[in-house]
């Protein structure tokens, strides 16, 4: 056997097996596309469900947002009430030592007084 014929029988097989082997190939590419077109519809409806369900959340988180908007006005006037009430508190305090003050220098008064009379007999 010489090496043409080699070549001849190599030529041959190429021949009958190259078809063959782009038919398998051109199935293969075929079956490959069609699970791809599957999971793209797989995924498109898992990506509709999860729509469907994060829109379900919407009207809660709505409640939950308003709900802590409610609590945030609640602490700023609670805050502001009681801000009121300790200067309403400091200033009644600051006026019942004012008026002890006056009561104090009064009664030193009165009791110099009394002193200077006393001294006076």
């Known amino acids: 056997m010489g ?5 001849e029988i190599l030529s041959l097989a190429a021949y009958r097996l190259l078809p063959i082997a782009g038919l398998v190939l051109l199935i293969y590419l075929i079956i490959l596309l069609k699970n791809i077109i599957d999971a793209i519809k797989t995924l498109n409806n898992t990506l509709k469900t999860t729509d ?4 379900k959340l919407d ?3 709505e409640t939950v947002q308003d709900l802590s908007e409610t609590v945030d006005k609640i602490h700023d006037a609670s805050k502001g009430a009681i801000g009121k009430g300790i ?3 400091k200033d ?4 019942m030592k004012d ?3 006056k009561k104090k220098d009064v009664d030193e008064v009165v009791i ?7 001294e006076k007999k």
């Open 3 to 7: 090496s043409d014929q080699i070549i």
């Open 52 to 55: 469907e369900q994060i829109r």
């Open 59 to 61: 009207k809660p988180l």
């Open 87 to 89: 200067n309403i508190m």
């Open 92 to 95: 009644g305090l600051d006026a």
């Open 99 to 101: 008026k002890l003050q």
């Open 112 to 118: 110099v007084e009394e002193v200077v009379d006393n």
